[in-house]
């Protein structure tokens, strides 16, 4: 019985460690069998980044100007054109005193910005109209349109329609007759108008009778 004995405690730990390396490779081997069995994950759709958002952000606001400038060309391609082709509508320019040629339906005058004070709930336009033809003309009518000026830098089609929209028109009789070779003075207001409601003006002549010397 004391042999037996002696035996097995010489054998436990023999088969204690046995144990604890068997113990060791089932847990390697199931730690292995988990791994193996989780599935694939599937890759998430990739984002665009900060930089191609900003890209695209940047493309869409040259694109926007690119339009801008073209409907501002053809405007102003517009107005080239007509200037070319005709004067009988001229710009008055406040800020200078030179003469600019005008049309009218019976001849050709010239029109020199004089002065322009402010009058009542207005201002009193000051013009000089030079006659360079030998045939004078008995009396005239002006039809002048005034509005603040537009920013065509800032051109779109709304605000191009509010600002037309804001022009104001009237026409003006004179009895006086324009005399042949010379510069002749005539006066005009326009009301209302604030000073910063002058910055565009245009101006048109018609002529009715001419006067000529008979032989």
Not at 67 to 90: C, M, P, S, V
């Amino acid at each position: 019985m004391k042999e037996l004995r002696a035996f097995i405690i010489r054998v436990s730990p023999i088969i204690s460690l046995a144990v604890l390396i068997t113990l060791a490779c089932l847990s390697s081997g199931a730690n292995g069998q988990t791994k193996m069995a989780q599935p694939k994950s599937s890759k998430t759709p990739v984002q665009p980044s900060e930089e191609l958002t900003q890209l695209r952000a940047e493309i869409s606001r040259l694109q926007e100007r690119v339009t801008k400038l073209e409907n501002r060309l053809a405007f102003q391609e517009y107005l080239l054109k007509g200037k070319q082709e005709k004067h009988d509508q001229i710009y008055l320019d406040l800020t200078e005193h030179a003469f600019q040629r005008l049309d009218t339906n019976s001849g050709t005058v010239l029109v020199s910005f004089e002065d322009a004070t402010p009058y009542l709930n207005g201002y009193k336009i000051h013009l000089t109209i030079g006659n360079p033809s030998s045939m004078g003309y008995a009396g005239y009518k002006l039809k002048v349109r005034w509005a603040k000026t537009y920013d065509y830098n800032k051109y779109t089609e709304t605000s191009y329609a509010e600002w037309d929209k804001s022009i104001q028109e009237k026409e003006i009789s004179f009895t006086e007759k324009l005399e042949p070779g010379v510069w002749n003075p005539a006066e005009f207001i326009l009301s209302p108008a604030a000073a910063d409601q002058l910055g565009y003006i245009t101006l048109t002549i018609t002529t009715n009778t001419v006067s000529l010397h008979t032989k």
